[in-house]
């Protein structure tokens, strides 16, 4: 994906403010399991996936416990960098190898200030994350870990060919041992469905 097409999916700019932000952007490649923003640190730079997948995560106990995945169009970032100037909570690395548009937040600030299209930009792409913060929260709270992984299959079906089947449990809230045995449950049921001698005896 172009830098562009990234932003305009977040809230359209005109041709005017989308050159004012592609002069501030570098184009940068990331390898696999690099880190891009480490928690405890002043994140300076938010980064906009153009391709591969990035991850959120804090680490507990000896564990890495993954609460954001990032595809293709996704923004990479920590909020309170973004929102108050402080180090963040957050480690955000690589799944795969990655292509990347890096932009300041010193120099998103300038523009917002300056441009009225890019700071109403800025403003809807807050509103979405919050929304987005919520819909990751909810589920968590009382869904069970079956459902969860149903709207996983349903909003991100090709994350399962990606990424490590832990980095998934995680995400989800579960181990890999209770991820394994649902995704077992729910081939096993479509199995049987679809099995012609399964309907006959029903």
Known sequence: MELKEIMNNIHPLSAGSMELISDEADRICVGKNEIIISAGRICRHVYFV???????????????????????????????????????????????????????????????????????????????????AEKSLIPQLFATGRERYEALLAEQPGLLNRIPLEVIATYLGMTPVSLSRIRGQIVENTNHTRDPMSAKSS
Request: charged content about 30%; aromatic content about 12%.
């Open 50 to 132: 153009a391709e591969g997948v990035v991850r959120a995560f804090y680490r507990t106990r000896g564990r890495d416990i993954t609460f954001w995945i990032g595809e293709e169009g996704s923004v990479a970032l920590s909020m309170q960098s973004y929102v108050n100037g402080r180090a963040g909570y957050e480690t955000i690395s690589t799944l795969e190898d990655c292509v990347l548009f890096r932009i300041s937040i010193e120099s998103l600030n300038r523009l917002y200030s300056r441009n009225i299209d890019l700071a109403n930009w800025g403003r809807k792409f807050a509103e979405k994350e919050i929304l987005r």
